[in-house]
């Protein structure tokens, strides 16, 4: 990556991300991972449908990373500022950053090398999804006994 700042084309979610949302762009992703490569490349609506899928997973990435680290960030500086706050190893920040980068020209990958990342996507969003939302669950203030007066 570059030091060079990027305007992403992937929008930002308005609502409350919860799990459900996460999973449903997950299962996007994975739908195209059960398809054989030639299969992948002859299939463009599931082909879009996968790409819309991991633009879907940088949102809530994105949204719920804003959200733990209590300012707004860009989608580059994100994996560095994670990993700088100990949400997410150096390496997985490497990871990340190298697919925040493919994310944002999903539309204009080469096909199979779209298809040959599809897997990775799937394990390092989830992987970073569930050390974003662990880290967020902890700075939640503790939730009161509704048995105490």
Same mark, same amino acid.
Request: glycine share 4%; no cysteine.
């Given at each position: 990556? =570059?030091?060079?700042?990027?305007? =992403?084309?992937? +929008?930002? /979610?308005?609502?409350?991300?919860?799990?459900?949302?996460?999973?449903?762009?997950?299962?996007?992703?994975?739908?195209?991972?059960?398809?054989?490569?030639?299969?992948? #490349?002859?299939?463009?609506?599931?082909?879009?449908?996968? #790409?819309?899928?991991?633009?879907?997973?940088?949102?809530?990435?994105?949204?719920?990373?804003?959200?733990?680290?209590?300012?707004? =960030?860009?989608? $580059?500086?994100?994996?560095?500022?994670?990993?700088?706050? /100990?949400? #997410?190893?150096? +390496? =997985?920040?490497? $990871?990340?950053?190298?697919? @925040?980068?493919?994310?944002?020209?999903?539309?204009?990958?080469?096909?199979? @090398?779209?298809?040959?990342?599809?897997?990775?996507?799937?394990?390092?969003?989830?992987?970073?999804?569930?050390?974003?939302?662990?880290?967020?669950?902890?700075?939640?203030?503790?939730?009161? $006994?509704?048995? +105490?007066?």
């Amino acid at each position: 990556m =570059t030091g060079l700042k990027r305007k =992403t084309n992937i +929008s930002w /979610r308005s609502k409350s991300v919860n799990l459900s949302d996460f999973w449903e762009f997950y299962s996007w992703v994975e739908a195209a991972v059960k398809l054989n490569p030639d299969e992948f #490349i002859k299939n463009e609506p599931l082909r879009k449908k996968a #790409i819309e899928g991991i633009k879907g997973l940088v949102a809530i990435i994105v949204e719920e990373g804003v959200k733990l680290l209590g300012r707004t =960030t860009s989608v $580059d500086e994100l994996p560095v500022m994670l990993a700088s706050a /100990r949400v #997410i190893k150096g +390496s =997985t920040a490497d $990871d990340l950053a190298e697919l @925040l980068e493919l994310a944002q020209k999903a539309d204009e990958l080469d096909v199979s @090398l779209l298809y040959s990342n599809l897997v990775r996507f799937m394990e390092v969003f989830e992987e970073v999804y569930f050390a974003i939302a662990e880290n967020l669950k902890e700075k939640q203030p503790p939730e009161k $006994d509704n048995m +105490s007066l």
